[in-house]
């Protein structure tokens, strides 16, 4: 086990000091310029001449990434990477929009307004995935004409139709955009989707950093503040700030989010506090507390019911059979997630060796924690490498848990809880857990990672901050840490630990106090077995005389 200095818990930009400190000057490079994949599509697609007509690209579905598409297909044009043609971008496709209307009277055509197919011929048409499949009674006629059926405009009054209106074909490349979820539901509502009708690329949202990837990723963000006005970033202490944000939005100290929207937001928030002048690292700072404290309401009031003792959670002290661990709380209709400590308890007692999954039992986990479940009593199991069953049971539960628990992040602390109370060894309740465990026994990356930390370490400031209290968590994991700088402090001053462990082994000593395995007379395992051996002879031992009489009487 290894404990962590203050470092970790941020991203490290040193080694691009000098492009940071020349950020503000970089040439802006376009959202195009950082999807390769994409832009290779883009481009195969348009030198294609007959087949595929459609081209299905997985992103966001919303209003800002068709522009994004559309805006792509614009700058190749001014580019001249690709030849000069319509690309129109449509919110709609109801049949008059996409086919026309006309008007007529005593048979002849007085008005005729073209629709979007008239618009979009001989170029590309991009469409929302959402549209479509809103809208299934319009797609066979809207796939048809695109594959080069003819057809017509439609009558404004239907009274009043033209029996002889002329037909007409398009020549017309669909553009879909659509997320994962709806592409695999058009996917089931059209088969032809997965055949080689269609061409398939991707809107990557985020993007790995290195010696050669970091210049182009600080041009991005200057053609995002050029693109939409916003003040430069000042100095080297703002873009390292803003690229610390950007760590924390994809929970990856060397990824790197390419939303726009995710820019536009904090740029914009930071723009008004800057008045116009160069966005400082305060102005962000400033609206990142501004944001957090708009957005608090719950957490404060979660983090209030465990200091009033609603809630009950020990920063301090030792306990048998019970640990900290640690949850990411996701409510419908709130736009963040937060943190929450949760304690995890187990008592065994006589029993055939079941270990029971309340959560579980009780409807209240998922499928994944009742994995993590299994797969941490394989391992326990494995360890004690016993030739009978168990001679006790166990119930392991989420105290205080009303909602369904779902994830395999909680199976290491729930290991910890079960060990303590097989060996009766304490758990220090100043240390909270998270980690996956494998039936190796090997400790797992979880998501979540910031908001979990964060989360406990409020409740142990507001409790009191002993100098002990910290958080066991996988050495996986590492890379994905941002933590808030007041955790980061805290981790300065020595009063808030991390440590990381890859194993079970390294995980139980810092939290028992106890080693796991070993020649020691004390280890864990070997309390464990004595603990078994007092079982099995207790079960061996004669009954007394009152119970021989009630079993005599029994069998009469």
Request: hydrophobic fraction near 40%; glycine fraction near 6%; proline fraction near 5%.
């Amino acid at each position: 086990m290894i404990k962590e200095s203050w470092q970790s818990a941020l991203p490290n930009f040193s080694q691009f000091e000098d492009t940071l400190t020349h950020g503000a000057s970089l040439p802006p490079l376009s959202f195009l310029d950082l999807q390769p994949r994409l832009k290779s599509s883009i481009l195969h697609f348009h030198h294609l001449v007959e087949f595929p007509r459609f081209l299905l690209i997985n992103g966001p579905d919303n209003y800002l990434y068709r522009q994004a598409i559309y805006q792509s297909y614009q700058s190749l044009i001014n580019l001249n990477e690709i030849h000069s043609v319509p690309v129109i971008s449509s919110e709609t496709i109801e049949p008059e929009d996409l086919f026309g209307l006309y008007e007529s009277e005593n048979g002849e055509i007085k008005y005729e307004k073209p629709g979007l197919l008239d618009k979009a011929h001989g170029g590309y048409l991009i469409l929302s995935a959402n549209a479509i499949l809103a809208n299934p009674r319009i797609w066979p006629k809207l796939k048809a004409a695109i594959l080069g059926n003819p057809c017509s405009a439609i009558a404004a009054n239907p009274k009043n139709v033209v029996s002889h209106l002329s037909q007409k074909q398009y020549d017309i490349k669909l553009v879909i955009i659509g997320d994962r979820m709806q592409l695999g539901d058009l996917d089931l509502f059209d088969a032809d989707i997965r055949t080689s009708l269609c061409l398939f690329s991707e809107v990557e949202l985020d993007y790995k950093i290195d010696a050669t990837t970091f210049e182009p990723y600080i041009q991005y963000i200057n053609g995002i503040i050029k693109a939409h006005h916003f003040p430069p970033l000042a100095d080297k202490e703002a873009w390292a700030f803003f690229l610390t944000q950007g760590a924390r939005e994809t929970e990856d100290q060397n990824r790197m989010p390419l939303c726009p929207i995710w820019h536009k937001t904090l740029l914009a928030e930071a723009a008004l506090l800057s008045k116009g002048e160069a966005i400082t690292q305060p102005h962000l700072a400033q609206a990142l507390a501004e944001r957090n404290y708009r957005q608090s309401y719950l957490p404060e009031r979660a983090l209030d019911d465990i200091l009033e003792g609603q809630v009950i959670i020990e920063t301090q002290g030792e306990q048998v059979g019970q640990v900290n661990g640690l949850t990411v709380i996701e409510v419908p209709g709130h736009p963040v997630t937060y943190g929450e400590p949760a304690r995890i308890s187990c008592v065994i007692h006589f029993g055939d060796g079941d270990i029971a999954d309340v959560e579980r039992k009780a409807e209240l986990g998922g499928n994944l924690h009742a994995k993590g479940m299994m797969i941490m009593q394989a391992f326990l199991s494995s360890a004690l490498n016993l030739d009978e069953p168990l001679p006790f049971a166990a119930s392991i539960v989420f105290e205080q848990s009303y909602s369904e628990v779902d994830g395999d992040s909680a199976s290491l602390a729930e290991l910890c809880s079960l060990v303590s109370a097989l060996s009766e060894y304490p758990i220090n309740q100043q240390i909270a857990v998270t980690g996956a465990v494998d039936q190796f026994g090997r400790v797992q990356a979880v998501g979540g990672l910031n908001e979990k930390i964060e989360g406990f370490f409020h409740v142990c400031k507001h409790q009191g901050l002993t100098g002990q209290q910290g958080v066991i968590l996988p050495k996986s994991n590492l890379k994905h840490l941002s933590l808030q700088q007041y955790v980061v402090d805290a981790m300065k001053d020595e009063t808030f630990h991390l440590w990381s462990v890859e194993s079970v082994d390294e995980a139980l000593p810092l939290i028992l106090g106890k080693a796991f395995r070993g020649d020691d007379d004390e280890t864990i395992l070997k309390r464990i077995s004595e603990r078994i051996e007092h079982f099995d002879k207790h079960d061996s031992v004669p009954c007394g005389f009152l119970a021989k009489l009630k079993n005599l009487l029994s069998n009469h």
